[in-house]
């Protein structure tokens, strides 16, 4: 590895080759005869880069020059040992001297011809001085090229570099197969996360819904997605499980909870094709990995870490920035990372510039150095959720001095942070207000649930919708949060009324029996299985009272419940109510007026009747008239 990090130069030699070429145009067009005749002799130049990077790992380090014009040799030379990266930053920018003559390199030429092209080694020593970062210049007729030279302490602790592996914030429960889709493909941002990491020693800190989301869809997954989480369960890192999408957790306590909520449930989401996953082989990230909360940065205090460390094996990521003199009784269970150095870092590989980018990655790069030699215990590094175009250049300019030991997570957790006390942190109400509102439906939720098939599906679902709804990435867009979590809470609301039965309309019985309708809305999207119960407050109905019926998902289903009148007539009300398989009434009861005429039924058919016979005997006598008055007429006359 070579460095070429020298911004920016007292006179850069490109710009002075063309300021003499200008002047010698302006000869040539004034004096063309003399141009004719004569040659401008090419300007001395310069380039030093120095290998490894700038690191003196073995008490030295090589330093490439290539040279072009001239014949003046190269002094190299070297000052004080810089304390800041602000001093780095005013060094490499042109400010202080360095006074020290580490070496003269001779350049050579071949008799009166001025050097053309050629490169020069040279090896500079700073054996015997303490670790540090040290300025160095090489000058030559003028013209001086800048650049720091690392020096290694005879103990270093190491930089350990915790990386997230994280989706964007979605609004439902689990990433869906577009959504995989995209970001897996080969510009996808959790493409470019994992890119950012391979090869390297940092710590994942994975996301577990991502899996999750891609084993659910089975053989639907995206070809990319599943690539994907092959390509992540193949990576050597050590890592540990943030909670299901990056919920946070401070919110969760804050709103009463004890511990932070866990998924129950994801088989809503499973395809047919993964119908067999369980809720562990679906949330797999490759690792169990030790038991460690991120929450989002600057919302934990130490009530919070008490909180999650509680009986528990666990430890708390918090920003340096957010630590405060004091020995609080938590012991080593906050692990502190240097928040401040991921911005630095962060900001520097987010340079457009070219120039403002290689100055801004040296002096990051000689923070990073300086901090490093500063600990007593290995470095902790973590970058935020959310930027994955410069994710890459801020993990390379981590870990691409070589000679830096980097270390892992069993190391960071066997060193901890000593005894550290955060300040305190002001509550997100907002956020605390959108879980006491899940926690508010909860009820109404697993009532609901016990009509459906599997109410652990549908609960679990609700579950990982809230959980996604309080990821740390929403922290970077609040507007579109809160137009989420108002809508999240009104729709487990109206899940928590989502089966009940319809107000019945007065019913008129005219007959002795007849089949009632019964109108059950669903608005779920599955079917629901429930009991009609149904209970006269008058015995002149009779009433079937238990009807099983399946009503049917986002709709308003039909059934019918047999009564049968008993002699009288009345208005009766009917009571009408749904159960679930476990007994649990669904809704509220609904009263349906039902007014009894079936006895107009019996005495219709009695007059019916009577009239009937009535007909019939009068059709008797005339008939029975009829035939005496043909049989007179037949009979022959009497004789005296």
Do not use: C
């Not at 590895?1 to 004034?30: D, E, K, N, Y």
């Not at 088989?267 to 991120?294: C, K, M, Q, V, Y």
């Amino acid at each position: 590895m070579t460095s070429s990090i020298h911004l920016p130069p007292r006179r850069h030699p490109r710009r002075a080759a063309l300021a003499l070429a200008a002047a010698a145009t302006l000869v040539a067009l004034a004096e063309p005869a003399l141009a004719a005749n004569e040659t401008e002799a090419p300007a001395a130049s310069f380039e030093m880069t120095l290998d490894g990077g700038g690191v003196a790992s073995a008490g030295s380090v090589e330093a490439r020059f290539a040279v072009s014009g001239g014949d003046d040799d190269i002094v190299v030379t070297r000052g004080d040992a810089l304390g800041s990266a602000e001093e780095v930053r005013d060094w490499l920018g042109g400010s202080g001297s360095a006074n020290t003559r580490l070496d003269e390199i001779e350049v050579p030429t071949d008799g009166d011809d001025d050097a053309d092209g050629e490169e020069l080694t040279a090896t500079l020593s700073f054996a015997r001085l303490p670790g540090g970062v040290y300025p160095l210049a090489a000058t030559r007729d003028g013209d001086e090229q800048r650049a720091v030279v690392y020096v290694p302490a005879a103990e270093q602790q190491g930089v350990a570099v915790i990386v997230p592996i994280t989706a964007p914030p979605i609004e439902a429960g689990i990433l869906s197969a577009a959504e995989l889709s995209d970001l897996t493909a080969e510009d996808g941002a959790l493409t470019a996360q994992l890119d950012a990491v391979e090869g390297t020693a940092a710590i994942l800190a994975v996301d577990p819904a991502i899996p999750a989301a891609i084993r659910a869809l089975g053989d639907a997954a995206p070809d990319a997605a599943a690539a994907w989480l092959e390509r992540l369960l193949a990576l050597p890192n050590d890592r540990f499980a943030l909670q299901f999408g990056d919920a946070d957790v401070t919110p969760q306590l804050d709103a009463g909870l004890d511990t932070p909520l866990v998924p129950t449930h994801l088989g809503n989401f499973l395809d047919e094709s993964a119908a067999d996953a369980t809720l562990s082989s679906l949330l797999d990230i490759g690792s169990d990995g030790p038991a460690l909360f991120w929450p989002a940065p600057g919302s934990a205090d130490d009530e919070t870490v008490a909180a999650l460390t509680a009986g528990a094996d666990a430890r708390v990521l918090a920003p340096a920035s957010s630590t405060v003199d004091g020995a609080p009784a938590l012991g080593d269970a906050v692990l502190a990372y240097d928040d401040g150095l991921a911005d630095a870092l962060m900001t520097a590989a987010e340079e457009t510039d070219p120039d403002a980018l290689a100055l801004g990655t040296e002096v990051a790069r000689a923070q990073l150095w300086l901090e490093e030699l500063a600990a007593d215990e290995p470095l902790l590094i973590a970058f935020d959720r959310g930027d994955t175009e410069h994710l890459a250049a801020a993990v390379e300019t981590v870990t691409s001095l070589p000679g830096r030991e980097t270390a892992g997570l069993d190391e960071i957790l066997d060193a901890g942070s000593g005894s550290v006390a955060l300040e305190e942190a002001p509550t997100d109400e907002d956020r605390v207000r959108a879980v006491t509102a899940y926690l508010d439906d909860q009820a109404g939720l697993t009532t609901i649930s016990t009509a459906l098939a599997e109410p652990a599906a549908f609960l679990g679902e609700t579950r990982a919708e809230l959980q996604q709804l309080l990821a740390v990435g929403w922290q970077g867009d609040p507007d579109a949060w809160g137009v989420r979590a108002t809508a999240l809470a009104a729709l487990n609301d109206d899940r928590a009324h989502a089966i009940e039965v319809q107000q019945q309309q007065p019913v008129q019985l005219l007959s002795g029996s007849a089949p009632m309708p019964v109108w059950i809305r669903n608005d779920l999207p599955y079917a629901a299985e429930v009991t009609i119960v149904a209970i006269s407050d008058d015995p002149r109905l009779v009433i079937e009272q238990r009807t099983v019926v399946t009503a049917q998902p986002d709709s308003v289903t039909r059934a019918k419940v047999d009564v049968k009148a008993r002699v009288g007539s009345g208005d009766v009300t009917v009571h009408y109510s749904l159960e679930s398989a476990a007994g649990t009434q669904i809704g509220p009861t609904r009263d349906a007026d039902v007014t009894v005429r079936a006895s107009w039924e019996r005495v219709g058919l009695g007059v019916l009747g009577a009239i009937i016979v009535l007909f019939l005997g009068i059709g008797g006598v005339r008939q029975a008239r009829r035939r005496r008055r043909t049989r007179a007429a037949e009979a022959p006359p009497e004789t005296s």
